[in-house]
């Protein structure tokens, strides 16, 4: 094995579901802000996930649907003003 080309930075970092509740701890490198109380009553850095093997379909066996509507009325209301302004600068036939 090389050296010097892995990171030397691995700890426990708590893996958080939360589409189901889920938690995990593992070990990883990846940078978190966050922290978190686990069960043995350490705190470890905390990473959020939207999706894990506990909520993924593939998994579960259950189909699961997102909330895009909430995601397109979002996306609509915030470039709603530039598509009013476009048809404001078009010339009239």
Do not use: Q
């Not at 966050?34 to 259950?62: A, C, M, Q, R, V």
């Amino acid at each position: 094995m090389k050296k010097d080309i892995h990171p030397d930075n691995y700890r426990l970092v708590v893996f958080k579901d939360f589409s189901c509740d889920e938690a995990f701890i593992t070990k990883s490198c990846a940078p978190s802000k966050e922290t978190i109380k686990w069960e043995d009553g350490n705190e470890y850095p905390l990473i959020k996930l939207e999706i894990s093997n506990k909520s993924h379909p593939f998994f579960t066996g259950k189909m699961k649907f997102v909330d895009t509507a909430g995601r397109i009325d979002k996306f609509n209301k915030k470039f709603a003003k530039f598509a009013k302004r476009k048809t404001e600068d078009t010339p009239a036939e």
